[in-house]
């Protein structure tokens, strides 16, 4: 299985996992055109974040998605793991394992103080997965302001 970068062409696919995502995690429907328009910004600007895609014989399996945050704290950036999907004929079969391993090199390599996630409370399937690769939760609250 190959591990790399999203490209442009991805795009679609990308946005297609989005909507999956959303509703098997979250159980809301999300709209395929912005989630079209809001892969290609991250695609076409590496300063919103990144894509990785695992991709088996042309077909792509599963991705996560990358934004940064910098701490002030430790005066390095923390890596957020987003968008995790992958597609139900690839699950347990480590794909997901093996984009997060591709992130904490490529973490390692960008001096990444850490990698965090948020996950649906509820999405107990997520949790497990994310338990079972040694993710540790952390003692944190996300509280938001809905602007639009």
Known sequence: MLIRLAELKDVEKSAKNNVMHAEESEYIEICFEKAIEGAKKVIEDINKGFYLVAEEKGEVAGQLMITYEWSDWRAKQIWWLQSIYVKKKYRRKGVMKLLINEVIKMALE???????????????????????????????????????
């Not at 409370?121 to 809905?146: M, T």
């Open 110 to 148: 960008n001096n990444v103080a850490m990698l965090r996630l948020y996950v649906y409370k509820n999405n107990e399937n997520a949790i497990n997965a994310y338990e079972k690769i040694d993710l540790k939760k952390a003692p944190y609250f996300i509280y938001e302001i809905k602007l639009q």
